[in-house]
């Protein structure tokens, strides 16, 4: 069927004089019988990775929602219970690590975009020796992440003395190579014309990245934010090593902590405690969907 | 400052009884990490413990954390330790003995419970247990939640194979009948039901291991844990006996088996007999839907099982005051009353004969019999393994196992491997 | 993103004042200075944690670990010998290039086909796009009990699955040749969906123009795609094959939470040893010496990125 069409492409890129009306008609209608075909393919194709996908997921609300008993067992008439999430939220203080998330994810997100603005301005607007050098360094993090030098890391932050502190989680990934290189990207393509205008109006350096650069990088700082904030909910190796307390662990180790159990594992809680773990990010991804591809498109993340 | 008090006013108290209660003009603060590894609301039940013992206490302050597995406990006290802020009590596996020595993190107990009253207290858990505890002729742990390998089994299932539910398997060859009857096969050659399973995945499979060896009369280090003997004959007929399970006898999923599911497939029904922990009988009494046995290790040339489980440790860190108060705590929580509770609480095996002579204790042994045959199984267990530099000789042997079990190396050399490796390590230590 | 940096290449070509006699290079030094003061808040961060760590790495795998009271002491290469002589760093080692050779094509191309389908109008767009990001928003830890349900032999869900057709139980976690497949599954089924996003936002910027063009000369979905599409996306695959190569070196909560390692290292991962000899060990120098390992093999394949890859981009 390929070489069939290929044939008759090159019979029509021969020039379209060459075609006859209901030569084009007929290749037309195959044409379409061929994109008909194709789209239930793709709709079956799509629709069996998409429930293969989600499996995990509803196994989960399953597991949650049902006596121990049936967490195994898929009985479709079983009982229903939301005595599991009781049990899972009184297991293991869950607020604290809702709290715990929720500050360290805002601190981080917060610093990344203070540091991230600045350095990418600087390195898009300002002109010094050595910037180019600079870049390169900057650029190593994207590839050498903390997460990888956790032996030094933590050496670090015991001899800063701010072991098992919220503080501590966030304070090595502030600086992230990912948000000045896309800031450094969106600022270089808003026209000078419009920092030109600003400063024949008297405003300073400060004020023409605040008014003008900011505002105009919007879709990449929503992009950006929501690439941190869940890649920081989701963060568990370096949390794990550098807290040690209920009062600092984020949801990730607590839930960890939690089903890890010497016992054995049940299931019937442990999927409980992690809807309740994963519960805002989910909302907020099934609220919000649009708005994340779209922030993703004009961010010009490619 | 405040711990210029604290030890001014420790200077005063010194000679006092631990009877006595201490009067400190501030109450003395004991952080405590406790791991959780057996199911149930121990966060609650340890909570109550220590409103309870503050109440006899009021000067007194146990701030208790709750840290993880075991594995995950030790690693978190040597990681606040190394940081500087460590705490001053904990319950970490008795195996770890060795390592805390070595990072020079605990007092021995003897040193601070050096009156009668101590002696007498030191004196009253059970041997088996204090071999875990004793090193360089000082004690440096006390049991807290104990525990040896019980072997469960299913008797409705017994039954249905034709065995005797009131006669579990009472030696190896019995063990191998009996799974041997006990596994079931469907149509096409696929087995439903195991006749026996015996975890080894994860971190526990020297722990099983060892409830082969010690009825093999196999001892797998000594006592000052610098020393391990893996390639003796009998240590490696005890690993291919367990290979010969599944392969030979076809009676034992081959590969690892995971250490988390096992008692999940006894609840299941997909193994007739499981060998775990006896702190999971609390979890299988309540969740099982068919009368099961609790039985011993079986024999070969004696009985026995290692023990297992936590011990109190206290802490170099801790002020003078602190470790009198943590080891307050610890005579406390170890206490015959305590003891009962907790065991009962739990399914561990409660840590002092005393314990199992109190009223509810006997209550509880006469209402679930299957309690009391970990105790029983005391009078033949031995220390777990455990030696210098734990974590690495441990995962050594835990390799060799898996190798063994999944095929890869065949027992001998597998074992000898191990052994050479574990003397490498230990070499320092010697 | 190569085509921002050579256009700087250029720019960094602006002349320095040699001396600051006129007000004009006296205003250049000033902006200088600004941008250094700019730049000096997130470079100190970046310098304190990546850099520094990477150099302090290196220098400490020149020394021994030190123990209670013991303190390190220079061995030179002694680290390294060991190294090279551990079974268990070898097994690592290759099972993380095999892990990345495992999960990086199958989620980059995965994520494509997904794109694809979500980009046409098929119905029940939003659940596809849903279903295919959900993993994303989950915790690793979360997921990999889940999956370990699906794993488990005999009731879990891949055992039921089978048993209904008849085919035996496979021991997925508990045999090596399965271990580490079954973890690379975890990690596709995660990684997926978030590259997924990258490809969807690049082929919504690719004019429907285009298509239309392609279908009006004959060309079949296969050659609009090889011809047209493929070096469009170019830039967005790139970027994504990074990132599945970074997390491929840099995920291991599902080794954990699952095998631990197991059986046998079978499952075990570069960092996940790292951690193991580092956190359970307590070994620094050894952890030291296996992390310039993994320093090494994620600067080379930077360096494949900056040098060898970004030439061969077709960029618009």
Request: glycine share 12%; net charge negative; aromatic share 12%.
């Given at each position: 069927m390929k070489r069939a069409s290929a044939h008759r492409s090159e019979q029509a890129s021969a020039g379209p004089?060459?075609?006859g009306p209901a030569e084009s008609r007929a290749m037309a209608r195959t044409g379409m019988a061929q994109a008909r075909t194709g789209a239930m393919l793709d709709t079956i194709g799509a629709w069996l990775l998409g429930i293969l996908w989600i499996l995990p997921l509803l196994y989960a609300v399953w597991a949650a929602i049902h006596p121990p008993a049936y967490a195994t067992r898929f009985d479709l008439f079983a009982p229903l219970t939301l005595e599991n999430f009781a049990r899972a939220w009184d297991a293991a203080p869950f607020p604290r690590y809702f709290l715990n998330t929720f500050f360290l994810v805002t601190m981080v997100l917060a610093a990344q975009l203070v540091l991230s603005t600045m350095a990418g301005y600087a390195f898009a607007r300002y002109e010094f020796r050595g910037r180019d050098f600079v870049f390169m360094l900057v650029l190593l993090q994207l590839m050498v992440m903390p997460d990888v030098l956790i032996v030094e890391n933590y050496r670090t932050m015991s001899w800063l003395g701010v072991r098992d502190t919220v503080f501590a989680i966030g304070l090595p990934y502030f600086a992230s190579a990912f948000g000045i290189f896309l800031l450094r990207q969106t600022f270089k393509t808003i026209p000078r014309e419009l920092e030109e205008a600003a400063r024949v109006e008297g405003a300073n350096g400060w004020q023409i990245l605040m008014k003008v650069y900011v505002p105009l990088a919007r879709p990449t700082y929503i992009a950006y934010g929501l690439v941190s904030v869940s890649y920081h909910w989701n963060n568990f190796l370096w949390p794990l090593i550098i807290t040690n307390s209920v009062n600092t662990r984020p949801l990730t180790v607590g839930l960890q902590v939690f089903s890890?159990?010497?016992?054995?594992?049940?299931w019937s809680v442990i999927t409980a405690a992690t809807l309740l773990s994963a519960a805002p990010l989910l909302i907020a991804f099934l609220l919000f969907q649009r708005q994340f591809v779209q922030s993703f498109l004009r961010a010009g993340i490619r | 400052m405040r711990r210029t008090v604290l030890k001014s006013l420790a200077a005063v108290m010194a000679g006092a009884l631990f009877s006595l209660p201490v009067h400190a003009q501030q109450p003395v603060d004991v952080e405590f990490y406790y791991p959780v590894a057996v199911g149930g609301p121990i966060t609650k039940i340890i909570d109550n413990m220590v409103a309870d013992f503050h109440k006899e206490n009021p000067d007194i302050n146990v701030k208790p954390v709750y840290a993880g597995t075991y594995q995950d406990s030790i690693a978190k006290v040597l990681t606040s330790m190394k940081g500087g802020q460590p705490p001053q009590l904990a319950v970490l596996l008795s195996t770890d003995m060795f390592t805390l020595i070595d990072e020079d993190a605990v007092v021995p107990i003897d040193g601070l419970a050096n009156d009668a009253a101590g002696k007498a207290w030191l004196g009253g858990f059970y041997d088996a247990f204090m071999q875990n505890s004793r090193s360089g002729g000082h004690v440096w742990g006390v049991p807290f939640q104990r525990s040896t390998i019980v072997m469960y089994y299913n008797k409705n299932l017994f039954k249905a194979a034709g065995l005797d539910p009131e006669h579990p398997p009472a030696t190896w060859q019995e063990l191998v009948d009996a799974s041997v009857k006990l596994t079931k096969k469907d149509a096409s050659g696929n087995v439903t039901q195991w006749g026996l399973e015996i975890p080894s995945g994860g971190a526990f499979a020297y722990w099983l291991f060892q409830a082969l060896t010690t009825p093999n009369n196999a001892i797998l280090m000594n006592e000052a844990g610098n020393q391990v003997m893996l390639d003796k004959p009998a240590v490696v007929e005890a690993a291919q006996f367990w290979r010969d399970l599944s392969v030979k006898h076809g009676a034992m999923p081959s590969g690892t088996i995971d250490w988390g599911t096992t008692p999940k497939d006894f609840l299941e029904k997909k193994a007739a007999i499981v060998w775990t922990t006896t702190g999971n009988l609390t979890n299988i009494r309540a969740n099982a839907d068919f009368p099961f046995g609790v039985a011993m290790m079986p024999k070969k040339v004696r009985g026995g099982s290692p023990t297992g489980g936590g011990n109190f440790y206290i802490f170099k860190s801790g002020t003078p005051a602190q470790q009198k108060a943590a080891l307050k705590f610890a005579q406390w929580a170890t206490s015959p009353e305590r003891a009962a509770d907790w065991s009962i609480a739990t399914g561990y095996v409660a840590v002092t004969p005393a314990a199992w002579e109190t009223p509810k204790m006997k209550k509880y042994a006469q209402e679930v019999p299957a309690a009391a045959v970990a105790r029983d199984q005391l009078a033949v267990s031995v220390a777990e393994f455990s030696t210098h530099e734990n974590q690495r000789v441990t995962k050594v042997l835990n390799d060799a196992l898996q190798a063994i079990l999944t095929g890869a190396k065949p027992a001998q050399q597998a074992m000898t491997d191990a052994q050479h490796e574990s003397d490498r390590i230990l070499r320092p230590y010697r | 993103m190569a085509r921002n940096m050579k256009m700087s290449d250029k720019d960094a070509g602006a002349a320095m004042p040699r001396a600051p006699a006129s007000p004009a290079s006296a205003a250049r030094a000033m902006k200088a200075v600004y941008g250094w003061l700019l730049l000096l808040p997130a470079l100190l961060l970046l310098a304190a944690f990546t850099h520094y760590p990477a150099i302090a790495t290196l220098w400490h795998s020149f020394f021994s670990t030190p123990k209670g009271r013991r303190p390190a002491v220079f061995v030179g290469l002694d680290n390294y010998q060991t190294m090279r002589d551990d079974p268990v760093f070898w097994r690592a080692l290759w099972n993380n290039l095999w892990f990345a050779l495992g999960t990086i094509p199958t989620s980059v191309a995965l994520a494509l086909v997904m794109a694809l389908w979500v980009n046409?109008?098929?119905?029940g767009r939003g659940f596809l796009r849903l279903s295919y990001f959900t993993p994303t928003v989950l915790p690793m830890v979360a997921v990999a009990n889940i999956w370990l349900f699906f794993y488990?032999?005999?009731?879990?869900l891949i055992a039921q699955v089978l048993g209904i057709f008849g085919l035996p139980g496979v021991n997925w976690l508990g045999s090596r040749e399965t271990a580490l497949p079954a973890l690379m599954l975890v990690s596709v089924w995660k990684e997926a969906g978030f590259f997924m996003i990258f490809y969807l936002a690049a082929l919504q910027g690719v004019s429907p123009s285009l298509r239309e063009a392609a279908m009006l000369e004959g060309a079949s979905r296969w050659q609009y795609f090889r011809r047209v599409l493929w070096p469009l996306l170019m830039p967005t695959t790139l970027f994504v094959l990074i990132n599945a190569l970074i997390n491929a070196f840099r995920l291991i909560d599902h080794v954990v939470v699952?095998?631990?390692?197991g059986p046998d290292n079978a499952s075990t991962l570069l960092l996940f040893y790292i951690f193991q000899v580092g956190f359970?060990?307590?070994?620094t120098a050894y952890a030291a010496t296996l992390t310039v390992v993994l320093l090494a093999v994620l600067g080379l394949a930077a360096l494949l990125k900056f040098r060898w890859l970004d030439k061969r981009t077709h960029y618009q």
């Open positions: 004089e060459h075609q890890s159990s010497d016992q054995g594992i049940d | - | 046409r109008n098929l119905p488990t032999p005999q009731y879990g699952m095998t631990r390692g359970s060990f307590w070994d």
